[in-house]
């Protein structure tokens, strides 16, 4: 194998993996849910791209043609990953999850898990 | 090169899926757990996509695709469950 | 075939009564008598034949395994017998028409009795020990029936149950006796065994066969210590009591006896057994019925005591004994059935059976009380009566017995004493009931009795007293004969004169009157000397015993099946672990020869994982969301090593199931408790600890001394005919859909009937809906995030091609029906969890359950369409086409047989979900049809 | 057609039950065209499968390769003396629970046709087919129907059976699968023929491992068979069911036995080398226990379903001797039995369910209630159906009982066999007539006869369908002897087996 | 209706899927042309009951364009997060914003939500029942929250109502 | 690796069959869950373990064993439909017997250990 291709699809892996890593440890470091919940979602999902264009660059090489099908999971990850974060925050509105001390605007906590606009608490 | 960087990552992997399985545990909300679960998935999808590739293979794709997809579904429904216990409703 | 007409005519005339009903009462008794009247004929016609010294037999095949063969024998015995069953029954017939009030179902009755009379015929004509046995068993259950006519009556049910059940155990026991000689003799025919005698008694088994026959046989004939159904079988209507349990059925094990006796008798140990046993129910029978008040009860117990008498006879070590019994079997039949007669008309036309009640009918019924009378002092042995001779030749034969050694002299002593009781009793019968004074408070006024209700009775004591003055010449020659089928033809000198001199005998005889005279005139004394002891109802005893059985055995019961499920798991579980743990010590080792393979990092993190997500649903399992989610882990893991091991299909597979498997679980664990409290016992837990631990470490064993093996498997074959026979290279997928396509057309089947269990399930479900979750929070308001749904659509369209993508490329690569019918299925439960119930089902117009009926339907006529080209079902057909332009393409049946599959998953996995989400709204399943 | 006889009795019941899921037959106005179609199907199954059984009289055990792969790498079906005789009783007791259904049964729940045609499919295929792991999925096929059909009709009873009985078998299948993958693992193959030729050849260490698999089949079926200590699901499970169904139930048992007679005869026979007749020391003291713990629940019995339900017990535990005894007689013996003793009890259940009918909120509960209001004809067919599980003369079930107290001959065996199986016989007739007299005899009054509900014609010819086989068993006992016999001696034949599934030769 | 938006409801969509179909093969033959049409035909119509009508992508350059830079955005700003997460926890300052959305309809507003989760930073959290808000958590926010709420509004929002021209 | 792989399935059999000793009918579900992945992998490696030799022609030079393959899928199927008939069973015994234990009341020892001595009243 090329040198340089195997250079490119090393380092788009062990990019990939890195951040799949940091992303995990962010899921242990960070103090609280909402702040954890960023981790995973961007990091984790970032990771798994530098990974799929790896493998795509891997297998495209390794049988002579081009393979792009790991797109699709790319896709798929692209559309769905937001909206699990955006479900598990909402849960964690409705739970009323506990955040860390220095969390600014915490107010915003109270309209938002009812859905109403933040003025309707600032006018009462 | 290459065969040692996917032992490295590998590892990196592994070590992932561990210190997921570790906030799974530990939770504490019910929220972290779903949060570390959907993780697992993706997570694996990486490790499926490695394991495809180590072994020069095209045939786990398909499996990473539907980990894609079916993770999504089990995450959502775990949100709706807590946000509404009925999931279909 | 003359004696085959017998029973048949018999069992034809069954049914006879049953239609005549409607005719009235008195054609009802006139029809029901024309089969045994032409049955007696029959026989009547045969008497010379048999007389002569003959035996007739007859026989046709019936079930030759088993030994059954339908076989009649008409010797002197079953014709002497066979007379006294006929003939005493032609007359309880016609006594009945007078004896059976308008209520009682004279139809039902009279159908018994026949029936009975069948039974009780078959017995004595059988040739075939289990047609014998047959026979008995009916005249148990005949029993049982007439018994309990009186259904109402709490006495007759019980009175009924309590014979059957002795009587039942009795031919139970006689049964097995049976067996065992047939097992000896080599045969059931009866001719055979008779003639066997000497290599039945020199058999080991041949005490256990005597044992289990006389059990039968004295059950049956009420010999102590099972004398106690007979008295209670007498709150049958009377004349049951006269036919069954007087003169016929409970001879039954006489004749027994009698039958066997050329085959059993001979031994000591025959003589010891049955000759104190009569012994002992005579003197017992004697002695109770002198204080029975109840005029049936004294007759019952005068049964038990004769039947305990002729039993003696037949345990004497005299041939002249054995004829003695069959003298007695017959003058016993005939008086104690008018006897039993009488006592019924007194009844009838008095309102009582009590003795102290009944006093002075001689006035009132001057005629019955004659007959009545003549019969008693038959009964009580005076001269010139048919019970004197037998009791004569009785004593005289008490004299020569040597069984009990220097005791010997005891037995003519004790039958001494019983003839005292017997007069005694008799003497009762007739003082108490006829004289002593004037009824007190009887219901009714006394009277005569309607003219044909007398005349079976002047019959049989005419017969008393003919035989009684007259015996050689009404009976002689057929006691002959009957005695020489009991002694096998070889007939001891006797004489049936009345008068042989004086001899001890006699003096036996006269004592005995002149005791039985003292006694009844002392009464009074004797009757306070038993008033202190507490009078022991048998039918309190045995149904009291019969309760306590019942009752232990339901505290039996309900301690093993204490309905505890965890109890039946874990007995099963440690049965399992007994049975495949013993042998598994046999093994050496648990690793066989195979070489190790390295395992590597990756594979030990899975391990990790899936072990400790396992034990953390273990631990977690009272949080039930949380265990959820790590069940869902170890679905994860599960799947990963399915596709480390070389099973894509199985990865893909797994990975889906285990989706909707938890979507499952959670629409479930909705209505259940979210969270529950410790509940078990640590010592529970400590052994169900144990048993799994056990369970788990037996499983692992075997598993590792599996795949630690090299095996040979047909495997070869599937790999080498995947494509040229089944047109595919997935192997798996080729196996699923052709080789072993029956597995899978049965697997979706299953699935199926899944949903539909599972939509009945649902259908009447009446579950409250928890309005908060189990911290007491009320829901989110938010019932479809508007994301959620947006995302949901856009994705639909995505899955569906993905789903056809894995469907079509299953034959050859990994997929196929089954997963792509799971992908659909999971994009459509998505779109129901992100729009609702209310939402769908406008829009999605199509019915789950035809879904299901033609996914199955178009697998298995993918099938049967083979059945067309003249192959077995399910002959897969495939071929390549080549189209310009395209290029070469497959077509294979196994795509339709696939299409089947995807159709099938896709409605049974909705018809689930989607009903069980609509339990929560408007669109609830109701009870159906 | 008759080429493709051996897959009739399984494929009809299966279109059948499809075709009543559809248009025109689905919906529940079109319920009289289900009991239209449903009937027609019984009647076209039982003749396929008498058509099937007299080819088979004639020429002798036949197979059936499905897909047209051979054995032992298809599945085939194995139709010989034996499983045609189960499968034409399937019929019978099918037809039986159809019929008694009409009353109105079928109408308090949805599904019950097609379900009870399902369950006839999952039943007719466990007996017909010659493959381990196709028994497996049809178990599971006859299972999910049972599962399905014992909560028709609804009602807290039902449901908690119903837990009972699915938890329990869902462990037993899991076992099943284990002792699948045991048995695959070592011998290699699922076929059962294949599977007895493959094990003799199996090194020592080999065969112990293939023994753990057997046991643990053993259990599999042990738990069907309701053999002790695994029968503690029955008794609750069938006296919650709805009639026809418990009548239906009745052959459940008889798919254990029949998968211990076919596995443990055929597999681990004579053939097997070390591991010959190796259940039977396992069998004869859990046969033993069965029928003393049947026993004592028959005496325990607080209604007619539920003595019924330990009187099926009590039969397994006698089959299961049968089966110990090893010979030709005494499986010829067995079968005998099973054929009766499935019958009755089938029958009793629905006795139980129609004497319940007019006993008001009492049922068949053994206590005082009000009259029966039609006493000749429920007695009638009680009396019938009790002298006949009582083993009592002139009906089939004391020739069922004296065949396998003949079978057995050395003295141990009489010893043991005799003295439990007549005991057993007096305490059912103690139960029996304890039932009888206090249901039938013992009432409170006459009842409003206004009010009662007479039992339907379809209710009565369902009994009196299979009531008939006591008599008939009796009257032609010497050709149902004949049949059982040849099919005990077919089922000992092993090479006859292999010779039909031309083995030896694929496996060479 | 037209013949087009009846068996052509969604051309966009189709064209994906026929895309998608050709990627999923690897292949682009003749034949897997002809069935992914059919397929990218059939499936819509299959769905097409179950699809609420959206507004069309009008300006699908400016889509394409959107995504690279957001592709970009994720990938720079992914650093950032990662940064954030190895290093010390006390610099990290979370905290709540509310975005005013000047969009009303479903599909912008979630592309506007899933966007700003995909970007690093940020996580759409809630919109409210009226959707003129977009509470946003924010995993380092600046002392001037303005400055998120401007970024969200210029750089994606404003791209956004651009391409679907609402 | 083989050891590996038994310790796993000893570990699932263990788990599940722990579960499914409990009281109620949640547990138990969750138990016949794993037992049934303990059985699906016990299936499975009846053919041995093999990597990179999936059962696809054309592929490898040496195939797993697919027989094994086969049956497991039939017994996922099949397994998925009987806990999905036993989930909704355990919702039905709720909704007819009013609580989730298995036996229909709560057994007669639950609590003994974990229910403080009432204090004297
Ligand atoms: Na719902
Ligand atoms: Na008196």
């Known amino acids: 194998m090329n040198f340089w291709v195997e250079l490119l699809i090393s380092s788009l892996l062990l990019l990939g993996g890195l951040f799949v890593l940091v992303g995990s440890i962010g899921l242990i470091r960070l103090k609280d849910l909402y702040v954890r919940l960023h981790a995973p979602t961007k990091a984790t999902t970032l990771g798994l791209g530098g990974i799929l264009v790896g493998s795509m660059v891997y297998m495209s090489h390794q049988y002579g043609h081009l393979t792009i099908h790991e797109l699709l999971i790319t896709l798929f990850l692209v559309i769905t990953a937001p909206v699990t974060a955006h479900i598990l925050a909402k849960v964690a509105l409705h739970h009323e999850v506990t955040m860390m001390k220095r969390t600014r605007n915490q107010r915003h906590v109270t309209t938002a898990r009812m859905q109403l606009p933040p003025e309707e608490q600032e006018k009462q | 090169m290459l065969e040692w960087s996917m032992i490295a990552v590998g590892v990196m992997l592994c070590v992932a899926l561990v210190l997921n399985l570790w906030r799974l545990l530990i939770g504490p909300h019910v929220v972290d757990r779903i949060l570390a679960l959907d993780t697992m998935y993706i997570n694996s999808i990486a490790l499926i996509l490695l394991y495809g590739m180590y072994s020069g293979t095209q045939l786990y794709f398909e499996a990473a695709l539907l980990i894609a997809m079916l993770g999504f579904v089990s995450s959502v429904a775990f949100g709706k469950y807590l946000l509404r216990g009925d999931i279909i409703e | 075939m003359s004696l085959f007409w017998i029973p048949v005519l018999l069992l034809i005339g069954v049914f006879v009564p049953l239609i005549t009903e409607r005719f009235g009462r008195t054609a009802c008794a006139f029809f029901t008598m024309l089969a045994p009247a032409l049955a007696l004929t029959q026989i009547a016609t045969l008497l010379p034949e048999v007389l002569s010294g003959q035996t007739i037999t007859e026989s046709l095949a019936w079930i030759p395994a088993v030994g059954l063969t339908l076989s009649l024998r008409l010797d002197g015995l079953a014709i002497m017998f066979a007379m006294l069953i006929l003939g005493i029954g032609l007359l309880i017939i016609l006594y009945a028409r007078y004896y059976l009030s308008d209520k009682d179902a004279m139809g039902r009755f009279y159908a018994y009795l026949i029936l009975f009379m069948t039974a009780m015929l078959s017995i004595v004509l059988s040739n075939n020990l289990l047609q014998l046995w047959m026979a008995w068993e009916v005249t148990s259950i005949s029993s049982f029936l007439l018994i309990g006519f009186w259904s109402s009556k709490s006495e007759s049910r019980k009175g009924a149950r309590m014979a059957l059940t002795v009587t039942g155990a009795g031919g139970l026991a006689l049964l097995a006796g049976l067996l065992i000689i047939a097992d000896i003799v080599g045969s059931y025919d009866l001719g055979t065994v008779l003639a066997s005698g000497n290599m039945i008694r020199e058999h080991a088994m041949y005490p256990v066969a005597l044992i289990l026959v006389l059990l039968g046989a004295f059950t049956k004939s009420a010999q102590f ?31 027994l006896l009698a039958r066997m006796y050329p085959v059993l008798a001979g031994t000591e140990l025959w003589f010891l057994t049955v000759s104190l046993t009569g012994l002992a129910t005579l003197l017992l029978g004697a002695y109770v019925a002198l204080f029975k008040h109840d005029l049936k009860g004294l007759l019952a117990y005068s049964t038990i005591s004769h039947l305990g008498l002729i039993t003696l006879l037949l345990g004497m070590d005299t041939k002249l004994a054995a004829v003695a019994a069959v003298f007695h079997i017959m003058n016993h039949a005939i008086f104690k059935a008018s006897l039993f007669m009488a006592a019924g008309i007194i009844d009838h036309e008095s309102g009582s059976r009590d003795m102290r009640k009944l006093n002075g009918l001689w006035r009132y019924m001057p005629y019955t009380a004659t007959l009545a009378m003549v019969a008693a002092a038959s009964m009580a042995g005076i001269p010139l009566l048919n019970g004197f001779l037998s009791k004569e030749m009785f004593f005289a034969e008490t004299l020569h017995q040597v069984a009990l050694g220097s005791l010997s002299w005891m037995i003519p002593v004790l039958a001494t004493l019983g003839g005292i009781f017997s007069v005694a009793y008799s003497l009762r019968f007739i003082h108490d009931v006829f004289f002593n004074g004037e009824p007190i408070d009887i219901p009714k006024t006394p009277h005569e009795p309607p003219r044909y209700m007398k005349i079976p009775v002047e019959i049989l004591v005419t017969l008393c007293l003919l035989v009684g003055i007259f015996p050689s010449f009404m009976i002689g020659s057929l006691l002959q004969a009957a005695s020489s089928s009991v002694l096998d033809g070889q007939l001891p000198e006797y004489s049936l004169s009345i008068w042989h001199g004086f001899n001890l005998p006699l003096l036996m005889s006269f004592i005995a009157m002149t005791g039985g005279l003292l006694v009844y005139a002392y009464r009074s004394r004797l009757y306070r000397f038993q008033s202190q002891f507490r009078e022991t109802d048998a039918k309190l005893i045995f149904e009291g015993a019969v309760q306590a059985l019942v009752r232990q055995a339901t505290a039996l019961h309900e301690w093993m099946a204490n309905g505890s499920l965890q109890r039946y798991v874990a007995l099963l579980l440690v049965l399992t672990l007994i049975m495949t743990a013993s042998p598994l010590m046999e093994l050496n080792s648990a690793a066989g020869h195979l070489p190790l393979q390295d395992v590597n990092g990756i594979e030990i993190t899975a391990a990790i994982l899936l072990c400790i997500s396992a034990l953390a649903t273990v631990i977690l399992h009272r949080q039930r969301m949380v265990a959820l989610i790590t069940l869902s882990v170890v679905g994860l893991i599960v799947s990963i090593t399915f596709a480390r091991f070389s099973a894509p299909d199985l990865a893909l597979t797994q990975l889906a199931v285990e989706v909707v498997t938890v979507i499952l679980l959670m629409l479930a664990l909705f209505f259940l408790p979210q969270k529950t409290k410790n509940e078990s016992s640590p010592r529970r837990v400590v052994r169900d600890l144990g048993i799994a631990a056990a369970c788990g470490g037996v499983i692992a064993t075997i598993n590792y001394a599996i795949i630690t093996r090299p095996f040979e498997s047909i495997s070869e074959f599937f790999l080498a005919n995947s494509k040229t026979g089944g047109g595919g290279t997935n192997v798996v997928n080729v196996i699923l859909v052709d080789f072993r396509g029956f597995d899978t057309l049965g697997e979706i089947t299953v699935l199926g009937i899944a949903a539909l269990g599972i939509f009945k399930l649902i259908a009447r479900m009446r579950l409250a809906m928890p309005s908060a979750d189990e911290k007491g929070r009320p829901w989110s308001e938010d019932r479809h995030p508007l994301i959620l749904a947006m995302i949901s659509q856009s994705l639909l369209p995505l899955a569906l091609l993905v789903s056809a993508y894995i469907f079509l490329r299953g034959h050859n690569m990994p997929g196929g029906g089954f997963i792509a019918g799971l992908i659909t299925s999971v994009a459509l439960i998505q779109q129901y969890i992100a729009h609702g119930v209310d939402w769908i089902k406008p829009r999605i117009k199509v019915d789950y359950q035809w879904l299901i009926a033609s996914g199955v339907l178009i697998a298995a006529l993918t099938g049967a369409g083979s059945w067309l080209f003249g192959k077995p079902f399910l002959t897969s057909w495939f071929d390549y086409f080549d189209i310009p332009w395209i290029g070469e393409i497959e077509l294979a049946s196994a795509i339709l047989f696939d299409l089947g599959v995807y159709l099938t998953v896709v409605g049974a996995t909705l018809l689930i979900l989607a009903n069980l989400g609509k339990l929560t709204t408007r669109y609830r399943p109701t009870v159906e049809e | 057609m008759s080429m493709h006889l051996a897959v009739l009795p399984i494929l009809l019941p299966l279109f059948g039950g499809l075709f009543m899921l559809l248009p025109p037959f689905s919906g529940p106005e079109n319920y009289q065209r289900r009991r239209f179609a449903a009937l027609l199907l019984m009647v076209l199954q039982i003749s396929c499968s008498v058509g099937l059984m007299l080819q088979v009289m004639q020429q002798g055990p036949t197979f059936y390769a499905l897909g047209n792969w051979q054995a032992p790498f298809g599945i085939v079906l194995f139709a010989d003396r034996l499983s045609m005789l189960l499968v034409v009783l399937n019929g019978i007791l099918g037809l039986g629970a159809t019929l008694y259904a009409f009353a109105g049964v079928d109408r308090e729940g949805k599904y019950f046709h097609p379900l009870l045609q399902f369950q006839l499919m999952g039943i007719n295929g466990a007996f017909l087919t010659g493959d381990l792991f196709n028994l497996f999925v049809f178990f599971e096929v006859l299972l999910i129907a049972s ?45 059962i023929a294949d599977m007895a030729l493959r094990i003799a050849q199996l090194s020592a260490g080999e065969q112990v491992i293939a023994k753990a698999g057997g046991l643990l089949l053993l259990i599999v079926f042990g738990l069907k068979a309701a053999m002790l200590p695994l029968h503690f699901w029955l008794p609750r499970t069938y006296a919650a069911a709805s009639a026809p169904v418990a009548a239906l139930f009745a052959i459940m048992t008889k798919v254990g036995i029949y998968g211990i007679f076919r596995v443990y ?98 049922l068949d509960w053994f206590v005082m209630a009000r009259k029966v209001s039609q006493p000749a004809l429920l007695g009638i067919l009680f009396f019938v159906g009790a002298m006949t599980v009582a083993g009592l003369p002139p009906f089939s079930g004391f020739i069922g009982k004296l065949v396998v107290l003949q079978s057995a001959h050395s003295a141990a065996e009489i010893l043991w066999i005799w003295p439990i199986i007549l005991i057993a016989g007096l305490i059912t007739i103690i139960a029996l007539s304890r039932a009888g007299t206090t249901m039938f005899w013992r009432y409170t009054g006459e009842g409003d006869r206004s009010q009662v509900q007479r039992v339907s014609r379809w209710q009565v010819s369902a009994v009196i369908l299979l009531l008939l086989g006591s008599p008939l068993m009796v009257i032609f006992g010497a050709v149902v002897t004949d049949y059982t016999t040849a099919a005990a001696t077919e089922l000992h034949q092993l090479q006859g087996l292999f010779e039909v599934m031309n083995l030896q030769e694929a496996t060479k | 209706m037209n013949l087009r938006s009846r068996w052509l409801p969604m051309p966009f969509h189709s064209l994906l899927l026929l895309v998608v179909w050709l990627m999923l093969n690897g292949s682009v033959s003749l034949g897997h042309i002809i069935l992914g049409s059919v397929l990218a035909i059939c499936i819509p119509l299959i769905c097409a009951p179950l699809q609420v009508p959206q507004p069309r992508i009008v300006r699908p350059f400016r889509a394409f364009r959107y995504v690279l830079m957001v592709l970009g955005d994720i990938v720079v700003a992914n650093i950032q997060v990662a940064l954030l997460v190895v290093g010390p926890m006390r610099r990290i300052k979370p905290g709540f914003v509310a975005v005013p959305l000047d969009l009303d309809t479903t599909l912008p507003i979630t592309v506007l939500a899933s966007t700003v989760t995909m970007t690093p930073g940020t996580v759409s959290a809630e919109v409210t029942k009226d959707r003129k808000w977009l509470y946003v958590h924010v995993l380092d926010m600046p002392e001037d929250e303005q400055q998120i709420i401007n970024l969200i509004k210029q750089r994606y929002e404003a791209a956004i109502k651009e391409i679907f021209a609402c | 690796m083989e050891a590996l792989y038994v310790f796993c399935v000893g570990m699932l059999t263990f788990c599940g069959i722990f579960l499914c000793l409990r009281g109620r009918t949640f547990p138990v579900v969750l138990g016949l869950t794993l037992l049934s992945y303990a059985v699906n992998l016990f299936l499975f490696s009846s053919g041995r373990l093999q990597l990179d030799g999936a059962a696809i022609l054309g592929i490898s030079d040496s195939y797993t064993d697919p027989l094994p393959q086969a049956l497991v899928l039939t017994a996922i199927v099949i397994g998925f439909a009987m806990i999905a008939f036993v989930v909704i069973l355990a919702m039905r015994a709720r909704a007819d017997l009013g609580n989730d234990f298995v036996d229909g009341r709560e057994p007669p020892d639950a609590d003994q250990a974990i229910k403080p001595t009432r204090g004297k009243v």
């Open chain 4, 147 to 191: 599962y399905a059909l014992l909560i028709h009709g609804g009602g807290k009873q039902k449901t908690l059976a119903n837990v009972h009985y699915v938890i329990l078998n869902l462990i037993g299948s899991s076992l099943f699968l284990f002792a699948l993958g045991t048995l695959y693992g070592t011998t290699g193959t699922l076929n």
């Open chain 4, 265 to 362: 005869t055929v597999i681990f026979g004579e053939q097997a080398g070390e591991l010959a007749n190796m259940v039977q020391p396992w069998i004869w003291p859990l046969a033993f226990l069965t029928i003393i713990v049947g026993s004592i629940g028959a005496l325990a019995s607080p209604n007619l379903r539920h003595l019924s339900a330990n009187l099926v017990v009590i039969s397994v535990g006698t089959l299961l001797i049968a089966f110990a005894l090893r010979t030709p007689q005494a499986t010829a013996a067995g079968l005998f039995y099973l054929v009766h003793s499935t019958l009755v009890t089938g029958a009793l259940f629905l006795i139980a369910d129609m004497v319940g009918q007019q006993r008001g909120k009492a």
């Open chain 3, 225 to 255: 210590p099972f004398h106690f159904w007979l008295p209670h079988a007498m709150a049958a209507p009377t004349p049951v009591s006269a036919y069954l349990h007087s003169a016929t059925m409970v001879k039954a094990g006489i004749f």
